[in-house]
């Protein structure tokens, strides 16, 4: 199978970096941080300048890392608004943006700008919350990016490929921070069984 990202590990190609934005997205525990980490480590190992950054609000396994829920981790910069993330990547030649969902909109421009001036840009996060609603800037960033990777988890219930977060607790908000407590990976019958919907 051709791996895009495998082709852009090492963007030195003539004298002048090439920029691209990449987004890998799905539904929680699909393997998403995984696909991240397994890109920068490339990149890194390919010698390249690489800054790594994740919503502040997001502490759920540390404040300071990026943790795949296999616990594999790479250290990261926390930070509180997307604009922050321009001020603090001007040497990168590969950025990369974990839980994206949870960035103000701002995020679509930054990565553009990131882009344009010869930056792979690499975003990882959900692009749907737990009632099927498009999440934060994923799809915009979507929309934008030169490669969109959807990954998928496997449905708890039946075993099918699963595209949904189900909520398993009563709280409305869209933005819950949790893990196998709050949230398991259903398919569309599953999901659509345990909400209540199926027809």
Request: net charge negative; with cysteine.
């Amino acid at each position: 199978m051709y791996d895009a990202s495998s082709f852009h590990d090492n963007p030195r190609r003539d004298s002048q970096q090439v920029g691209r934005l990449e987004v890998i997205c799905g539904s929680m525990f699909s393997g998403k941080t995984e696909e991240l980490l397994r890109r920068l480590r490339r990149a890194k190992f390919a010698k390249q300048q690489v800054e790594i950054f994740k919503p502040a609000m997001d502490t759920r396994y540390s404040a300071a890392e990026v943790v795949s829920h296999d616990r594999n981790t790479i250290l990261s910069t926390p930070v509180e608004h997307s604009s922050n993330i321009l001020l603090l990547s001007s040497e990168a030649e590969v950025v990369g943006i974990d839980e994206a969902q949870f960035f103000d909109q701002g995020l679509v421009e930054v990565c553009l700008q990131l882009a344009d001036q010869g930056t792979r840009v690499i975003v990882a996060g959900l692009d749907m919350d737990f009632k099927r609603n498009p999440f934060g800037p994923i799809p915009a960033l979507c929309a934008v990016a030169d490669d969109v990777t959807k990954v998928h988890a496997i449905c708890v219930e039946c075993g099918r490929l699963a595209n949904y977060s189900h909520r398993l607790v009563e709280n409305d908000k869209q933005v819950l921070l949790g893990e196998t407590e709050e949230y398991r990976p259903l398919c569309r019958r599953c999901y659509l069984q345990a909400t209540g919907k199926h027809r």
